[in-house]
Every structure is written in structure tokens, then in C-alpha cells.
């Protein structure tokens, strides 16, 4: 069978218009990686214990990138570039999890200050570190300012409450307490950046899953201290902040969209 040009251009218009992406049709959309920022709570550490963080993935249906590090406060993971780093990671629509509170007590106005103390305080209040000099803020101010640069780029951010350390030490209930400033201090970060900001109060949400649990099996989760979990302890840490999130425990945040189900069910 012989083609006319004539009857070949035509044919070759329809092929190509039926190859082409209609200009109404659907973009794909990149679906939003989750990155964490806090301490050895959080972090990857060595055996026998390790951070929440590297069990979330678990309990999500986007991926997770752990860049907490152990020993690290608001100040430090502020001053080392860590969030400066995050922030250069980030692409509009991604998540970013904010978790710290374990070292950022004491003062730093002593000669022997850590580099991690933030001053005491949760607005622009201002310390002097007596060992270097440098210049030190609030708590709050090293939240506010990572969380209110990562939304600049298209970020989500979720401050997470510290979690807290064995509530059963020796075999007596010790969550009825106050729980650490840093716990309100966090909520009040986010109410404070607003717009883009969440907050969930994991440390309640651990609080409940430990009572429910009890004693006996709570202080298998802590080989070492008081403060860092084992693997099996970690994964309920992270399981507690996915309930959290699913039951808009302190409103709704970004990730709860990417829960994956079934969400789990570990304090009441």
C-alpha cells in the first residue's frame, strides 16, 4: 500500500497530538519527604539504644530523613549549621519535625557553659556565653527562627514536645508532675511563627502510652539511663507521635495526611 504526503501529514498530526500531555491533564506531584531536627531522642544512635526518629518511616507513607544528632540543643544545631542545613534540603511541601529539650537547661552565662544552654527566657531575651562571649538566645528564639526560615522555603514544620525521660524510675508513677518548660515553650514556637507551624505534645502522648503500659514493661525500654530508649522503646515513642498526629492531639498538622493505616493505638 502507497502514502501520499498528502495522506502521510495528517496521520503524522494525529500521532502526535495523541503522544502529547493535554495541557488540562494533572501534574504528578512529588510527594513531601519528612526531615527530623533534634537530639539523641530522636537520633540514630548506637546499640543499645536508639532515637524515635529512625521508627517513624514505619508509621508514614512518604519518606523520612533523619538528620537529628545526639547532644544537641536548639543552640547547638543552630550554631553547627544543621538547620542552615535542612533548610538548603528543602523543597515546597516538604516536612520538617522539631524536637529538642533535653539539653537546653542550666545557664549559659557560667565559665563552663556546654554550648548547648539556651538563655533563659522565651522571647528576645539575651545571655552572654561566660565562656566564649558569644551571644545567646532563648529557646524559643532558635525554634522561631529555623522554623520561620524553613516556611519561607515552602516548608511544613511541626514542633514536637520533648519526650520524656522513664516515668517509672523505681517502680513509682511519676507523670502527674509538670512536665519541663520546654514542653510549653515548643507549643508557644509555634503558635508564635504561626501560619505553616503545628505543634503535638508528644510528650503527653508518651506520658499516656507509659501509664498504659506500666512499670514493669516501660523500664525495659531504658538499658542504659533514664532519658535514652532502646530499639523497642523507640518504636513505641514513634508510634505514640502517629496516634498523636491522627487524633489532632493539639491540631492538625502536615503529616497526618501520610499516616499509614491502621494508625497505631498505644495510650487511651
Known sequence: MKFSPSTIFPLLLAAGSSAA?????????KPPTVYLAGDSTMARTNSPHNGWGEYLSK?????????AISGRSARSFTNEGRFAEIERLVV????VIISFGHNDG???????DNGRSACPG???????SGKTGETVYTYNHYLQTAGRALIAKGAKVVFSSQTPKNLWQNGQWSGNYEPPRFVGYAAQAARNVGNGASFVDHYQAVTKTYQRLGSQKVNTFYPVDYTHTSPEGADVIAQAFAQAVSRDFNGTTAVKPYLRNPVPNVFN
Request: charged letters at 15%; one cysteine or more.
Open 21 to 29: 500531555p493535554s495541557q488540562n491533564s494533572p501534574r504528578q506531584t
Open 92 to 95: 515546597p511541601n516538604d516536612i
Open 122 to 128: 522565651t522571647g528576645n531575651e539575651v545571655c552572654k
Open 59 to 67: 508509621y508514614l507513607t512518604i519518606s523520612v530523613v533523619n538528620k
Open 106 to 112: 542550666s545557664s549559659p552565662n557560667s565559665a563552663n
